[in-house]
């Protein structure tokens, strides 16, 4: 089995990236460093489909370079250009080898390990935002594709309670469960699979996901939503907007508010109680 990686170095704008990293990372790139000018991105070797990546650069005009790295240990990389991350006076994000953020209410720490979720894009601070914005105290919570749990820490330190996490990802599991630990919030359930679990509801749904998995699940999140409770979902693209909408409004949600940031969008929803 070949153990190698493959670097492809992208010149494009700050802008571009995060529609790069968005695209790239279906079709299996796991690593991705960023300048104001260029983007690297990771991927095994064995996973490399050199046709898709030039779909995706042709598609923007723009091209790359390539090179073939050794084994390597990609947290390490990864966790050499983790920063601290600040919004607004309520939340602090970082590593456990930063010290401490001044002037802020809340503080999560999180173990860097490639997961999606620190904060840093800006679907997971468009949710984050979100979140702060609504009352979760005794609240049930899902957060479905957790990823680096950053959601569900932050749900606990919230009131919400109790609190399932779900992601399709082995390293997600492991390193959602590592986060919980070190934030306190070892009372998060957190669960491997790759769908919705039947039989659970919740008062509110938190899905920051793309556009393929949520099209395909919504259905069964609304069916786990309680009535009155509310879903936000991000990880989409302003061109995403309608059609998400029109969906969610059709199995029965309610448009509450919506938030643009970079490109994306994160939109948030209630189930009406049936009178």
């Not at 992208?10 to 995060?18: F, K, P, T, Y």
């Not at 919230?158 to 996490?165: E, S, T, V």
């Amino acid at each position: 089995m070949d153990t190698r990686t493959r670097a492809i170095t992208i010149h494009a704008s700050s802008d571009l990236q995060e529609l790069l990293i968005a695209q790239l990372s279906e079709l299996g790139f796991d690593g991705f460093e960023q300048t104001d000018s260029i983007l690297i991105a990771y991927i095994e070797e064995a996973a490399y489909k050199e046709f898709d990546l030039q779909l995706i650069l042709n598609q923007h005009g723009i091209t790359s370079s390539e090179s073939i790295l050794e084994k390597t240990n990609w947290n390490a990389v990864w966790e050499s250009n983790f920063q601290p991350i600040q919004i607004g006076n309520r939340l602090g994000v970082r590593a456990h080898f930063h010290p401490p953020i001044p002037g802020v209410e809340q503080e999560i720490i999180i173990t860097p390990k490639m997961s999606f979720g620190t904060g840093h894009h800006a679907t997971t601070s468009l949710v984050i935002e979100m979140m702060f914005a609504i009352n979760l105290q005794n609240h049930s919570l899902l957060d479905f594709g957790t990823g680096t749990g950053i959601l569900a820490i932050l749900g606990k330190m919230l009131g919400a309670k109790p609190i399932l996490a779900v992601d399709n990802d082995d390293w997600c599991i492991e390193n959602a469960i590592e986060n919980c630990k070190v934030n306190q919030a070892s009372e998060i359930e957190v669960i491997l699979s790759d769908r919705p679990l039947p039989c659970r509801n919740f008062d509110t749904i938190l899905a920051n996901i793309n556009r393929h998995i949520l099209l395909e699940h919504l259905p069964a999140l609304v069916n786990q939503l309680n009535e009155g409770g509310q879903l936000i979902i991000s990880g989409l693209l302003i061109d995403d907007e309608v059609e998400l909408e029109v969906f969610c409004n059709s199995l029965g949600l309610l448009t509450i508010y919506k938030a643009e940031k970079n490109g994306w969008i994160a939109l948030r929803f209630r189930l009406p109680i049936a009178i």
